[in-house]
């Protein structure tokens, strides 16, 4: 066998464009690849770098208006035929040939990507019907099958359940087996464990690699994380805005990369992987310090009777940073929110001491002191877009704890002035609306919003969730140079491993509203004590192609039962 | 499913009681009462009437016994004997009057609906897949169009219309031979004939709201992740439309139902009035000036009854088309 008869698809100097009132926006610029069969190539780069375009160009199901401009998709088949993916009108009968039969899609998000009021079976079982005219209870039985090879448990009552009754690695796994529907042989995966925990992500990933084998089909993987990459790639593309910066195999992506941005690239990951020399620097808390805020026993049950915290323990030192981690349902936002008292949980104290020194209940506090104590008590929001008004101005935003604290002219203006640049944000930027600025700027703006009343903590709940790995750890340095200079504390949660290691001092795990374990960062990562950390920790995918080990993970099995 | 359906029938009793108590003190809100209407119309024919007979009659009617009591005996005869009381213009029972028009009134409300339905909705397809385009603008001008357009005026036109230019019958249900006729092939082809124009004349002043609707509800599912993923399985664009952002976007349209049949049946109302068609419409106008209170107010019961059971209808169809309000 030559090297060709390998090569499925050809992607060459491949253009996509979308048309803007400026002039053309070139998504994609340029790109070329090939894509082996059994191989996995990933594409990495940050938001907006084109790598979904380039994705969704090949099948061209691009969003309009854009369209391809230039390039060549060569499909190789088995028998020997080639044909011109690029060439085909978008929506005529041969794109749709290939489409879901030869090369087959999966998405970001499982949810919305699946249709809630179609029963999956009948979802997986569509692209049977278009492509082969497969009549209905062979279908079925055909689903069943496809079902059982994504390891859903029950198919038979799975086939006819609702994307909305399953959970979101469940979800992914459906979409994984309507993919697999036609025997592709190319699996495009866009993003595909995303929106999912570390554990389902590394289950998805396993899944993902076992069919790839069984079938042996080419996947194209996207992705913007570089542990997942480290974990499953042959072969790496790096695309920054629409243009490929690198290609190679993914040794030499890690250990030797050429190009100055895969360089920069690498290194922001590599960064998150130890504790921020920052951190390093700084002498340790005593250990006799008195408690910030300490909490006793705290729970809160939701009245659809689920116990989001169970019985919850921690404390706080001043200047520290403790860190809640934990999978999506943990309780760990709830909880969160529970210390600014934006739930009202049920039993336990939420001990605050002001800065006099005495001790105030936050959970029993009443509404004057509970003002006083929200001022000194602040919070960051994950969703940068979201938690900013789209009708103020930056300024007024800034603003807004400040006026309600009874600041006014030209003092309120000179301290937001000072607060945007403290956060790294030019002050002459202030009448500009947050739709101006990018995601990681957003961020800055909340955090300035957080500190305006010098507040003493402040809850910062998956406050760089949504920002690019680059921007990451430039936010958490200034969370923590912010910190030094205020004498903050911060209660930081994240269901991200590296970013606590990065910047806590204590970290705390949550499982099912339950603390499992909390101790000094260091200890709990290098040597977790309870199992279902160790199974956290051994499911987060490794930035080091030399020592892949999500497939070897250590599984915590009482979090199976469900 | 059957516990959710009996729910919202058990809410469905509190609703019908506040309408049947609304509608009992709008009719008596004008000053005085049927007596006095009858009063000033003998009056003005120049007739007189003794003080005694008044007082004699409105103590037969029950008019002399205070509001409440007046409800109560009106509402307890409903719910135990299906007695709607008496109509003092016409000098028979409620029931006897409205039974044949309401049901004529139903019919032309489905009819209408219906109509709508099946206008609005490729219209509304076709304005959202071809947005800013000219078939969008012309859609959306001639909806908006008809929506301000009174319904007094539209009726009036099309009758002016239809008899001036295409020398049709215009106004009633059926033609002069069939009106007492009982049914058969001929009579419902006759009433084919005549129904389908109030049913155009009441529809097209829905027609904007709902056009808008459906444009407005595909347009949010046409950008969904899901429609891509059903494109990426290799489905023509045509069957993926229909199959599903359509079938998405038309869940709220189905919810639309509780609040367009009762503008349908207002409109009903005023254009039956101006085409003198034999549903409840000209009866419930001529009840009211005529303050003959139990007619009136058992249209307005019957009327809000059937919007009622129509908002039940479209509650139960969402619930069957939407497994998410099903299951949850």
């Given at each position: 066998m030559?090297?060709?008869?390998?090569?499925?698809?050809?992607?060459?100097?491949?253009?996509?464009?979308?048309?803007?009132?400026?002039?053309?926006?070139?998504?994609?610029?340029?790109?070329?690849?090939?894509?082996?069969?059994?191989?996995?190539?990933?594409?990495?780069?940050?938001?907006?770098?084109?790598?979904?375009?380039?994705?969704?160009?090949?099948?061209?199901?691009?969003?309009?208006?854009?369209?391809?401009?230039?390039?060549?998709?060569?499909?190789?088949?088995?028998?020997?035929?080639?044909?011109?993916?690029?060439?085909?009108?978008?929506?005529?009968?041969?794109?749709?040939?290939?489409?879901?039969?030869?090369?087959?899609?999966?998405?970001?998000?499982?949810?919305?990507?699946?249709?809630?009021?179609?029963?999956?079976?009948?979802?997986?079982?569509?692209?049977?019907?278009?492509?082969?005219?497969?009549?209905k209870?062979?279908?079925?039985?055909?689903?069943?099958?496809?079902?059982?090879q994504?390891?859903?448990?029950?198919?038979?009552?799975?086939?006819?359940?609702?994307?909305?009754?399953?959970?979101?690695?469940?979800?992914?796994?459906?979409?994984?087996a309507m993919?697999?529907?036609?025997?592709?042989?190319?699996?495009i995966?866009?993003?595909?464990?995303?929106?999912?925990?570390?554990?389902?992500?590394?289950?998805?990933?396993?899944?993902?690699k076992?069919?790839?084998?069984?079938h042996?089909?080419?996947?194209?993987?996207?992705?913007?994380?570089?542990?997942?990459?480290?974990?499953?790639?042959?072969?790496?593309?790096?695309?920054?805005?629409?243009?490929?910066?690198?290609?190679?195999?993914?040794?030499?992506?890690?250990?030797?990369?050429?190009?100055?941005?895969?360089?920069?690239?690498i290194?922001?990951?590599?960064?998150?992987?130890?504790?921020?020399?920052?951190?390093?620097a700084?002498?340790?808390?005593?250990?006799?310090?008195?408690?910030?805020?300490?909490?006793?026993?705290?729970?809160?049950?939701?009245?659809?009777?689920?116990?989001?915290?169970?019985?919850?323990?921690?404390?706080?030192?001043?200047?520290?940073?403790?860190?809640?981690?934990?999978?999506?349902g943990?309780?760990?936002?709830?909880?969160?929110?529970?210390?600014?008292?934006?739930?009202?949980?049920?039993?336990?104290?939420?001990?605050?001491?002001?800065?006099?020194g005495h001790?105030?209940?936050?959970?029993?506090?009443?509404?004057?002191?509970?003002?006083?104590?929200?001022s000194?008590?602040r919070?960051?929001?994950?969703?940068?877009?979201?938690?900013?008004?789209?009708?103020k101005?930056?300024?007024?935003?800034?603003?807004?704890?400040?006026?309600?604290?009874?600041?006014?002219?030209?003092?309120?203006?000179?301290?937001?002035?000072?607060?945007?640049?403290?956060v790294?944000?030019?002050?002459?930027?202030?009448?500009?609306?947050?739709?101006?600025?990018?995601?990681?700027?957003?961020?800055?703006?909340?955090?300035?919003?957080?500190?305006?009343?010098?507040?003493?903590?402040?809850?910062?709940?998956?406050?760089?969730?949504?920002?690019?790995?680059?921007?990451?750890?430039?936010?958490?340095?200034?969370?923590?140079?912010?910190?030094d200079?205020?004498?903050?504390?911060?209660?930081?949660?994240?269901?991200?491993?590296s970013?606590?290691?990065?910047?806590?001092?204590?970290?705390?795990?949550?499982?099912?509203?339950?603390?499992?374990?909390?101790?000094?960062?260091?200890?709990?990562?290098?040597?977790?004590?309870?199992?279902?950390?160790?199974?956290?920790?051994?499911?987060?995918?490794?930035?080091?192609?030399?020592?892949?080990?999500?497939?070897?993970?250590?599984?915590?099995?009482?979090?199976?039962?469900? | 499913?059957?516990?959710?359906i009996?729910k919202?029938?058990?809410?469905?009793?509190?609703?019908?009681?506040?309408?049947?108590?609304?509608?009992?003190?709008?009719?008596?809100?004008?000053?005085?009462?049927?007596?006095?209407?009858?009063?000033?119309?003998?009056?003005?024919?120049?007739?007189?009437?003794?003080?005694?007979?008044v007082?004699?009659?409105?103590?037969?009617?029950?008019?002399?016994?205070?509001?409440?009591?007046?409800?109560?005996?009106?509402?307890?005869?409903?719910?135990?004997?299906?007695?709607?009381g008496?109509?003092?213009?016409?000098?028979?029972?409620?029931?006897?009057?409205?039974?044949?028009?309401?049901?004529?009134?139903?019919l032309?409300?489905?009819?209408?609906?219906?109509?709508?339905?099946?206008?609005?909705?490729?219209?509304?397809?076709?304005?959202?897949?071809?947005?800013?385009?000219?078939?969008?603008?012309?859609?959306?001008?001639?909806?908006?169009?008809?929506?301000?357009?009174?319904?007094?005026?539209?009726?009036?036109?099309?009758?002016?219309?239809?008899?001036?230019?295409?020398?049709?019958?215009?106004?009633?249900?059926?033609?002069?031979?069939?009106?007492?006729?009982?049914?058969?092939?001929?009579?419902?082809?006759?009433?084919?004939?005549?129904?389908?124009?109030?049913?155009?004349?009441?529809?097209?002043?829905?027609?904007?709201?709902?056009?808008?609707?459906?444009?407005?509800?595909?347009?949010?599912?046409?950008?969904?992740?899901?429609?891509?993923?059903?494109?990426a399985?290799?489905?023509?664009?045509?069957?993926?439309l229909?199959?599903?952002?359509?079938?998405?976007?038309?869940?709220?349209l189905?919810?639309?139902?509780?609040?367009i049949?009762?503008?349908?049946?207002?409109?009903?109302?005023?254009?039956?009035?101006?085409?003198?068609?034999?549903?409840?419409?000209?009866?419930?106008?001529?009840?009211?000036?005529?303050?003959?209170?139990?007619?009136?107010?058992?249209?307005?019961?019957?009327?809000?009854?059937?919007?009622?059971?129509?908002?039940?209808?479209?509650?139960?169809?969402?619930?069957?088309?939407?497994?998410?309000?099903?299951?949850?």
């Amino acid at each position: 066998m030559t090297m060709t008869n390998d090569t499925i698809l050809e992607v060459r100097d491949l253009k996509t464009v979308f048309p803007t009132r400026t002039g053309l926006f070139k998504a994609v610029d340029g790109v070329s690849f090939e894509l082996k069969r059994g191989k996995t190539l990933c594409v990495v780069g940050e938001s907006g770098s084109g790598k979904s375009v380039t994705a969704r160009s090949i099948l061209q199901i691009v969003d309009r208006p854009g369209r391809i401009e230039g390039g060549s998709v060569l499909l190789t088949r088995a028998d020997g035929s080639t044909t011109d993916l690029a060439k085909l009108e978008p929506r005529g009968r041969e794109i749709r040939d290939v489409r879901g039969k030869e090369i087959a899609m999966i998405f970001q998000e499982p949810m919305s990507s699946l249709s809630p009021v179609h029963r999956i079976g009948t979802q997986i079982g569509e692209s049977l019907r278009i492509h082969f005219g497969t009549p209905k209870h062979e279908q079925r039985e055909r689903v069943l099958e496809l079902l059982r090879q994504v390891e859903i448990a029950h198919p038979e009552t799975a086939i006819d359940r609702y994307t909305f009754e399953f959970s979101g690695g469940m979800r992914q796994r459906v979409m994984i087996a309507m993919a697999l529907a036609c025997n592709p042989s190319v699996l495009i995966a866009d993003e595909p464990t995303t929106a999912l925990d570390v554990t389902t992500q590394a289950e998805i990933l396993d899944l993902i690699k076992k069919l790839q084998q069984n079938h042996g089909m080419a996947v194209l993987f996207i992705t913007h994380d570089m542990g997942v990459v480290a974990e499953i790639a042959d072969e790496v593309l790096v695309m920054y805005r629409g243009k490929v910066m690198e290609r190679g195999p993914v040794e030499q992506i890690f250990h030797a990369p050429q190009d100055a941005y895969t360089h920069r690239l690498i290194d922001s990951v590599v960064r998150l992987e130890k504790k921020a020399e920052l951190r390093l620097a700084r002498p340790a808390i005593p250990a006799g310090t008195a408690p910030l805020l300490d909490v006793q026993n705290l729970s809160l049950t939701f009245p659809s009777g689920l116990k989001a915290v169970d019985d919850v323990s921690l404390t706080v030192r001043p200047g520290e940073t403790l860190g809640i981690v934990g999978e999506s349902g943990s309780g760990k936002t709830t909880m969160g929110r529970c210390l600014l008292r934006i739930y009202d949980p049920q039993a336990g104290t939420i001990n605050y001491r002001r800065p006099d020194g005495h001790m105030v209940d936050i959970r029993t506090a009443d509404k004057g002191a509970l003002k006083k104590i929200r001022s000194e008590v602040r919070m960051i929001f994950q969703d940068p877009v979201g938690s900013l008004s789209p009708r103020k101005t930056v300024g007024q935003i800034i603003a807004e704890p400040l006026k309600i604290a009874g600041m006014k002219g030209r003092e309120l203006n000179d301290r937001v002035a000072d607060l945007m640049q403290q956060v790294g944000l030019e002050p002459a930027w202030r009448e500009r609306y947050p739709h101006a600025f990018s995601g990681g700027q957003r961020q800055r703006i909340g955090l300035a919003r957080a500190i305006a009343l010098k507040p003493r903590l402040i809850v910062a709940d998956e406050a760089t969730s949504a920002l690019d790995v680059s921007l990451r750890s430039q936010m958490l340095d200034l969370m923590m140079k912010l910190q030094d200079e205020l004498g903050l504390s911060y209660v930081f949660i994240s269901h991200d491993m590296s970013v606590i290691r990065y910047m806590c001092d204590r970290v705390a795990v949550m499982y099912r509203g339950k603390i499992v374990e909390v101790g000094e960062t260091d200890q709990v990562v290098n040597d977790p004590a309870h199992d279902y950390t160790r199974a956290l920790l051994s499911a987060i995918p490794h930035p080091d192609p030399h020592n892949r080990r999500i497939h070897n993970r250590f599984r915590y099995e009482a979090g199976r039962t469900a | 499913m059957l516990r959710y359906i009996a729910k919202r029938m058990v809410f469905a009793i509190p609703t019908l009681f506040a309408v049947s108590i609304v509608a009992f003190i709008i009719i008596q809100l004008p000053p005085g009462d049927y007596l006095t209407t009858l009063m000033a119309d003998w009056a003005s024919q120049g007739g007189a009437v003794e003080a005694g007979t008044v007082a004699a009659m409105r103590e037969r009617y029950g008019l002399d016994q205070p509001i409440y009591f007046q409800y109560y005996k009106w509402i307890a005869g409903i719910l135990t004997r299906g007695d709607f009381g008496i109509s003092f213009d016409f000098g028979k029972p409620v029931t006897e009057l409205i039974w044949n028009r309401l049901g004529f009134s139903l019919l032309l409300s489905v009819l209408t609906l219906c109509f709508v339905w099946a206008i609005a909705i490729p219209i509304g397809i076709l304005s959202a897949v071809r947005q800013y385009s000219i078939s969008d603008y012309t859609a959306t001008f001639l909806a908006f169009f008809f929506l301000a357009v009174p319904d007094f005026l539209m009726a009036l036109s099309a009758m002016y219309v239809m008899s001036a230019w295409f020398g049709q019958s215009v106004g009633g249900l059926f033609s002069a031979e069939y009106v007492d006729a009982p049914w058969s092939l001929g009579k419902l082809i006759d009433f084919a004939q005549h129904v389908w124009l109030p049913v155009v004349v009441i529809g097209l002043g829905s027609l904007a709201a709902l056009v808008r609707i459906m444009r407005a509800n595909l347009l949010d599912e046409l950008s969904k992740p899901y429609v891509t993923t059903a494109r990426a399985k290799g489905m023509s664009e045509f069957e993926l439309l229909l199959r599903y952002p359509v079938r998405l976007a038309l869940n709220p349209l189905i919810s639309t139902i509780g609040w367009i049949l009762p503008a349908v049946i207002s409109g009903e109302i005023i254009v039956s009035v101006v085409m003198s068609l034999p549903t409840t419409g000209p009866l419930l106008l001529r009840s009211l000036l005529a303050q003959d209170m139990y007619l009136a107010g058992s249209l307005i019961l019957l009327i809000s009854v059937l919007t009622i059971i129509g908002t039940l209808i479209s509650d139960i169809l969402l619930a069957i088309t939407d497994p998410r309000i099903r299951l949850q």
